[in-house]
Structure formats: C-alpha cells, structure tokens
C-alpha cells in the first residue's frame, strides 16, 4: 500500500515538473529563441530535478515523454506555445533562470514565481521604442550614403511606420497584413522626399525606410536551427521569414504604384 | 585618410540601427551598450573590407564572424546568452537596398520579354539576387561559426580569458 502512495505522489510531482517544464519552453520558444536552446534549456532542467526527458519541438506546440529509469515512457503532454512576440528579455531571464536552478537548487516554487514575474517584466516605453526604431531606419539610410535630409524623412517613416504596425497588431489584424500596412505607410511618406526634390534619383530614403521591418530573428533563427539539425523549425522560420519579406516588398511597390517610380 | 572617417561615422549609424533592433526585441538594459558597439564594430569591419575590393558577402561574413566572437565574452561579462547580442548586432548588415533592386527586376521581369532591355534586366536581377542570398547566409551562418568551432553546448562551458568569475 506504502509503495502505491508512493509511486502517486510521485506521478503527482513528476506532472508539475513536467508542467514547469513545457512552460519554460514555450516561453523561450514564443520569446524567439532557436529550437537548440530551448532544448538545452528543458534538458538542464530536467537534469537538475533528476528527470530524464524526451521532447518535441515544434513551432506552435512542445511535446513532453516523461521516462522512467530504463527510458520507456510514463507519460506525454502536449502544451501550446502562445503567439510569437519577440521578447530577448524572457530569454536572458530564463537563462538565468535554469543556472539558478543548476547551481543553488531552487525548489519548484521559487521556479514558478520566477517565470510568472518575468512574463509580468514590463515592455520598453512606446515613445522609446518608436524613437531608437526611427534612428534605425535613419541608420540604414546612412549605410546607403543617404543624405542628413534623406535621414530625417527615413526617421519620420520609419516612426510613423512602426507606429502603424502597432496598432495594426493592436486591432486584430494578420501579422502579414501589418507588415504591409507598415511598409506602405513608411515608403509612403520617405518616397514623398524624392517627390518634393529632396532626394536624388536613387531613393535612398524610399528604399531604406522599410528596413527596419526585415525579419531577423526568424531569419538567423532558420539557419542556426537547420545547422543544429532541426530542419523542420528552420525551414518553418525561414519560411515566415520569406513571406514577411515578401509583405514588405508589396507595401513598397503599392506606394511605387502611387508615386510612379 | 577621409575613407576611414566615413566609415566610422556609417559605423556610428550601424550602431544605432543595432540598438533600434534591440528596443524592439527587448532586450535587457545592460546589454544596450555591448549591443551599440557590436553593430557599429561589423559595419565598420564590412565596410573598411569593401574599401580594399573584398566580395560583398565576404566582407559581412568577416563582420559577423566578428560579432559572434564578441559575443561570447560579452555573453559572460553581463550574464546574458551571446544571441541577445549577435541578432540585433548583425541586422544593419542585411542588404536592403540590393534586395530591393531584386524584387523591382523581379517585377520588371513579369513583362514584355521581347522588349530591348529585358536581358539587361534578367542579368541584373540574378546578380542582386545571388548577392542578396549569399550575404544573408553568410551573416546567420558567421555569427554561429564561433559556437560551431568551439564546439560547447552553452557559452557557460567556454573559458574565456580577463573575465571575472
């Protein structure tokens, strides 16, 4: 009778582990970190609570096998992972997080508190962000030798653009679709630059307005996963890359459209 | 010795369309700085290489090669994993305007091809095309090469020297 007890209590605390875990990695892999690392991740969890695991990664869903000691299954669950925000972040905290857990043996508990305050870490201010995206968009115009009138108006766009994007995401509408709206809007107003007789016939500020939309994360994302072996991530992302990309080439061309470039 | 200084005030822009990179993935305030000059440092490495007539995707390969070094130290001085550098860090290298030019020769492609140009353009457009592919494979694939060659599972296990422990 002791040992049935036993062997539930057991099965009861192997759940939570195996529920903390699944969190932990969806909350990686929503916050864009690459397949890999959200794998090492689980495994030094799981190592440090004396579990062995098996996983499955995939770009919406993680999937967990619980082994006992001769490696055959005891149970599997399956978690969702929410929407993808990219967020570096929760990511440097769950690092932390995991070599806390490693080296000073942190209980189940303290684990559970600490991935709900970095869900509640607050965002950086909007004005900031709108601010530093726009000197980026007036940085990407001065790698293509833009003029300091050609960066200011890649500035504005590039702030009203992600502006945009903003509240596009805001009102529920496809993160493709947002992309283009951006896009637009950005190439929009710096393409008024050439039309005004501000730009030369290059269209520095027109082209480099709507750099700051490119999809990097699941770009450099793709290729490190495939060169870890998970060809099936990498090829999703690199996939989501594209079709991004592909949504910020027809914001352009429908303003190219308008101003006949 | 003017070059040198242009190159330096675009590594300045780089740098901050690093950091416009790192406002938006969120990343931890203490890593802004690292970030800022990682940017600025591969665009001033790739660009400094385009001086002297290197490949376009060679000289971003050496800059990302660069960063995904700078990376690892930086990674154990703030406590933080080296990607929350090396991605914002690599993204003004991206070639944008080459991309562009690809996409407008691929639209330009859809019409007449009889017409007197349509060659010229067909040729152009693979040009940027393969530059635009090659850099961007060379920069996601050079800043995971130092991991690669050091052949660690996590920076942690990485000895790197002048770092306190």
Partial sequence: MNELENSITNVEEMKEVADILLKTGTMLMSAGANTGRVRTTVHRMADAFGYSIDLHISQRSIWLTMLNEHGASIFTIVRVTPSHIINFRTISGISKMSWSLVEERWTINQITDELKRLEQLPRFPRWLVLTLVGLAGAGFCSLADGTPIELAFTFVASFLGLYVRQEALKGGFNPYVSVYFSAFTASLIAGSASKLGLSDSQNHAYVTSVLFLIPGVPLINSFSDILDGNVQNGVTRGFVGFLISFSIALGILTSALIYQF | ?165
């Fill in chain 2, 1 to 165: 010795m003017s070059w040198i200084l242009i190159i330096l005030y675009k590594s300045i822009w780089g740098g901050l369309a690093a950091l416009g990179f790192a406002a938006l993935f969120n990343v931890p305030v203490r890593s802004f700085f690292h970030i800022f000059l990682f940017g600025g440092i591969g665009v001033f490495i790739k660009f400094t290489l385009l001086h002297f007539n290197f490949n376009i995707a060679l000289s971003s390969l050496a800059g990302a090669v660069a960063i995904g070094f700078l990376s690892i130290p930086a990674a154990h001085y703030k406590h933080t994993p080296p990607l929350i550098f090396y991605i914002p860090a690599v993204i003004p290298m991206i070639p944008g305007i080459l991309a562009y030019r690809m996409i407008l020769g691929l639209i330009t492609l859809t019409g007449n091809p009889k017409s007197a140009t349509y060659g010229a353009t067909l040729s152009e457009t693979i040009n940027y095309g393969l530059k635009v592919v090659f850099i961007l494979i060379s920069l996601s694939v050079g800043v995971v090469i130092p991991m690669l060659l050091l052949r660690k599972e996590s920076v942690k296990d990485i000895k790197v020297p002048f770092t306190r422990k």
